[in-house]
């Protein structure tokens, strides 16, 4: 390998990995994983950066200046192009907070610690950020590249440096890091590590790894046959996880970066196979020649269209990838081939292209704190919002249980035990009104308050977040617990609130819990109400048509009545099954109020009824009502159909 040859198949394989995940950031339903084509990118990025170095260390001609100074003209000149095209329309489009987080952002991009930046900002999971409005999300790819090739070079110097020049030993040092980095990976249960950069270098290990083999003198010549087989096997690697249905941390990764090495190895030959053939097609390779500025390109355009609640049909779609095939293409050769060409000193493109658009960004980032309001997009009509996430039950009564705060003698259990129950409510004796449930729960404390209130009515809540409750479902606890509860409480009233779409989202085993709870509830002669979700506000975003830009749009910030029934028909079926069974159990429809005959809308009398909106890896959107908007419609509620408690 001591010349480099140029491989087109390699730029078709990149074609592959960023058609899929344009696809899937278009939300397009049947490329379910196309995330994954960013470890392709991984994978190939380490196969041909450790073939540069290995060569130019092989030729005694390495140098990490050099190295760095082909990195940054490689990177920077078309990353800000597209950071400053961004930033436009970040003053432009962006409410004040989410300006100020942008512009953190834009520091963090540039400084090439974005996957740092998300890792130690974004909140994953149940809670999680919406991570669809982040214009800059995507350039945690580029932090993971830039922060594993500060140290991968530096470890070949060194095995070089100590003449472990054998590329055996130096095949067991890189396999040694990827087994150990994939172990990291596969072990961790946090979403938040999708942006470390330790859990994530195996993907780049596999690639670096194949260099070395490769370039391994016992098997420099290729075969003289390559089997049909492993031609095959390699493709169905690289296609299935694209479609498969992944969670984070999985097999799946792993399974198309070996597809996509083995397709690498694969097609170094003078007799190409039919898939390599294919995969060297001129739009293939032109595709992937662009795949950066595609890459580059593509996420702004759809979080700003996220983020003004554009509904992405497929004309809109259409447009989107129109949009970024000009835009790469016109980036590729006016800004990133002649930027590789031209010939800069070290210094002057660290300078230009690093050191003063930092600087620069850092200036904006300190203007934007002093000035929140510089940008051209804000608030209009008396738009209130709250933008919190709901974490916690702080919001009524006079104690508030929370279910993992409060497990201090076993936090394993999950069980409510009356220990625990006592300890939390400081032994009180008596409560009114009990509200149990998961997040949702939480989001109609302040509406339950503007119910109990009037009435003298102390209360306390009793819940955690949705997969807490089915915790409690699983080991059988959740009967007990409610025992548990109205033992030590008392209540006159118990109230039952959830989300309850998401336990019949692929079954609806665990929303039976809710029957056999209501019965504990009910053998104690506890009059018992079960309160309807609230309608889910799908691709919608909390503040549309409450924004100067979204207000210009003349959006339609509500959704169909009938695809809210849809949503939730099963959960409401199982709750109306409770309810007939037993004369001392009653549903609230809140959605009599969120709701007309035909739309349901995302605010009430210019005031925003939603804090979130994140769609859940199982598919179903998560929205939760703020505080404001859960007591505005506790009142209007009580106002048209009297106080429930009452």
Known sequence: MSNIKYRKDIDGLRALAVIAVILYHLDISWIRAGFLGVDIFFVISGFLITSIIIRDLNNNCFSIKNFYLRRIKRILPALLIVLITTTFFAWLILLPEDLYSYAQSLVSAIASFSNIFFFATLKFGYFSSDSTIIPLLHTWSLGIEEQFYIFWPI????????????????????????????????????????????????????????AILM????????????????????????????????????????????????????????????????????????????????????????????????????????????????????????????????????????????????????????????????????????????????????YIGDYNFNITNCRNSNPNSININKTEISNCIKNKKHFDV??????????????????????????????????????????????QSIQNIIDLTHPKIFIFAGWWSSYTKNTTDTIKY????????????????????????????????????????????????????????????EINNIAQKNSLVKTIDINKIICDDKKCYLSIDNKILYSDNAKMTWGIYNSHLTNYGSMLVGKLYMEKYGNPLN
């Open 155 to 210: 470890i070949l110097i060194v095995a070089f440096k100590f003449n472990i020049k054998s590329n055996k030993q130096i095949f067991i040092i890189s396999s040694i890091l990827l087994i150990s980095s994939l172990i990291a990976f596969l072990s961790i249960k946090n979403q938040i590590f999708y942006y470390f950069p330790f859990t994530r270098a195996f993907e780049l290990l596999f690639g670096c790894s194949l």
């Open 215 to 394: 370039n391994s003198s016992n098997i420099r010549s290729e075969p003289e046959k390559k089997s049909l087989f492993l031609n095959i096997l390699a493709l169905t690697l690289l296609i299935i996880p694209l479609f498969a249905d992944v969670h984070y941390a999985s097999l799946w990764p792993a399974i198309i970066c070996l597809g996509t090495t083995l397709f690498i190895y694969l097609g170094n030959s003078s007799q190409p196979s039919p898939i390599h053939k294919v995969f060297s097609y001129k739009i293939f390779v032109y595709t992937g020649l662009i795949s950066y500025s595609l890459y580059l390109w593509h996420w702004p355009i759809i979080a700003f269209i996220n983020y003004l609640s554009i509904e992405k049909t497929i004309l809109v779609d259409i447009i989107i990838i129109f949009l970024t095939f000009i835009l790469a293409t016109l980036t590729y050769h006016f800004i990133e081939k002649p930027f590789r060409q031209k010939k800069y000193s070290f210094n002057k493109a660290l300078s230009f292209l690093f050191i003063i658009p930092l600087i620069i960004a850092c200036i904006l980032l300190f203007i934007i704190s002093k000035y929140p309001k510089i940008g051209y997009n804000y608030a209009i009509s008396g738009y209130y919002t709250v933008r919190q996430a709901v974490t916690s039950y702080g």
């Open 434 to 479: 009990v509200l149990f449930g998961d997040s949702h729960a939480a989001a109609f404390t302040p509406m339950v308050s503007s119910w109990t209130k009037p009435l003298n009515l102390s209360t306390v809540s009793f819940g955690e977040s949705q997969d807490k409750i089915q915790d409690l479902i699983y080991k059988k606890d959740i009967e």
């Open 514 to 573: 809710l029957n056999k709870a209501v019965k504990k509830v009910t053998e104690n002669n506890i009059p018992t109400l079960i309160i309807l979700d609230s309608a889910p506000i799908f691709d919608k975003k909390p503040n549309c048509g409450m924004t100067r830009i979204t207000s210009l749009l003349n959006q339609e910030c509500f959704n169909n009545l009938d695809l809210v029934k849809k949503d939730q028909k099963e959960s409401i079926k």
